[in-house]
């Protein structure tokens, strides 16, 4: 076998594909060295490793490569131009040639070429081709198309230009110490969060952040909201917890119920419960770190969109009232953009050496670079002006989709909007999947309330939880979000009509 190390012809036609570099080919087989390059050609041509358009290297510099003569590849060049596997063109070098299907080479031996299909007597049918989606109001998700670029570069250059040496080495497994001192310092200020930078753990986000605490929780029972995530309850699942739903209604979860449960942990959504929208009741968590207190347990604190509260000042974070009974987890996700992959954990002492232990076996950390960014976003105040900036985008989307919905449906009732980036519609008893049918066809993706039920939690009975749509206004980009309200009014209209 010969490898071709070539270096690119220097053609100024259109733009490449590939860049006419380094060319792995296999030169073995009968035949002599031309023979052996066009086999080898149309091969790679065929698998689909050199697609269409791709820039081979010049016969001059694949010649030197393979250290064979010019004209040898010249001559394996031109004879698949005339087979039509390439494409010559004056100033722009030889390609891989536009074609949809590569015909049969003529030293194919027969009984190697293609035969058509037969008649099968039993076809299979054809994939079911899913709904095209026309305008996602599916919850959880920001406006990424807000994402502050120009805000976010800056920060990326100042921060790279002050970044020790060190930093672009193997990272502490507990995140860069610039972020974490940063996080330490807002979540105090905005959140009420008690703690000091040697306690965070940065993750790849809150779910990461929740298998991480799986792994050291193990084979424990975990009372979940009995409307929630399915993700984070599948994570405890694998990790060989059971989950045991707790009731949620207007005042949040029901926590006095957290007694007859045996948990050893509670995972909850106090300051706006996903999805219901309720924030916990004050008696209510009082009463959750009196459990945790009394029965040794742990509170996990999910504050998945703490900052985005609308008609009253924000509920503060649980974990300032037993920071050693309570992890908190945050994220930004919902501030900035999923695809940052940037959450935190805020442990208590006792649980900080077993989920570094934890963070080493797996050897995960996230990318230094953003980190490094999102500390200086945060210390400059970037940060702090563009989560300003997002939740007056949201509250007016908010009351855009309240004012349309009590205008055009107004048997709906809208519900969980004093925060976050979604709201509750309350759906005529029986009719949530007729009314998730018609947006399916109507290419209106959003979820019904049913869906975030824990599998073991009782049927609703009529009141705050009901049948009822989760409706995320946080996900069109701007320029679409009137299109997705009035699509999701019509197919409202005609479910319920």
Known sequence: ????????????????????????????????????????????????????????????????????????????YAELVAEGWLAARQGSGTRVAPRAEPAVPPDTPPGTRPTPPRHSPHPVPPARTPPRILHDLCSGRPDVSAFPRAAWLTSARRALTAAPSEALGYDDPRGRPELRRALAGYLARVRGVRTDPERIVVCAGVVRGLALLGEVLGATTVAVESYGLWVHRDLLARAGARTVPLPVDDRGADVAALYGTGAHAALLTPAHQYPTGAPLHPDRRAAVVDWARATGGLVLEDDYDGEFRYDRQPVGALQDLDPERVVYLGT?????????????????????????????????????????????????????????????????????????????????????????????????????????????????AVEGLARFRHPAAPAPAPGPVRDALVVGYGTPPEHGFAAAVEALCRVLRGALR
Request: some cysteine; overall charge positive; hydrophobic content about 40%.
């Open 1 to 76: 076998m010969r490898e071709s190390r070539a270096t690119p012809d220097g053609g100024s036609g259109g733009r490449a594909i590939g860049t006419g570099g380094d060319l792995h080919l296999d030169l073995g087989g009968p035949g002599g060295l031309r023979a052996s390059l066009m086999r080898a050609l149309r091969d790679a041509v065929r698998t689909g490793r050199l697609a269409p358009g791709t820039r081979l290297p010049s016969s001059r510099s694949l010649a030197a490569d393979l250290g064979v003569a010019r004209n040898t590849v010249a001559d394996a």
């Open 332 to 444: 930004a996700s919902k501030s900035l953009a999923p695809g940052l992959r940037l959450g935190w954990l805020v442990l208590p002492e006792a649980l900080l050496g077993p989920v570094l232990a934890a963070r080493r076996e797996t050897a995960e950390t996230c990318g230094v670079l953003d980190q490094l960014t999102l500390a200086d976003f945060v210390e400059s105040g970037a940060y702090d002006r563009h989560v300003r900036a997002m939740r007056l985008r949201y509250r007016r989307r908010r009351d855009r989709l309240v004012a349309a919905l009590a205008e055009r449906v107004p048997a709906v009732r809208v519900s969980g909007i004093a925060a976050g980036l979604h709201a509750v519609l309350e759906l005529p008893p029986g009719t949530e999947e007729t009314v998730l049918e018609a947006a399916s066809r109507a290419g209106v």
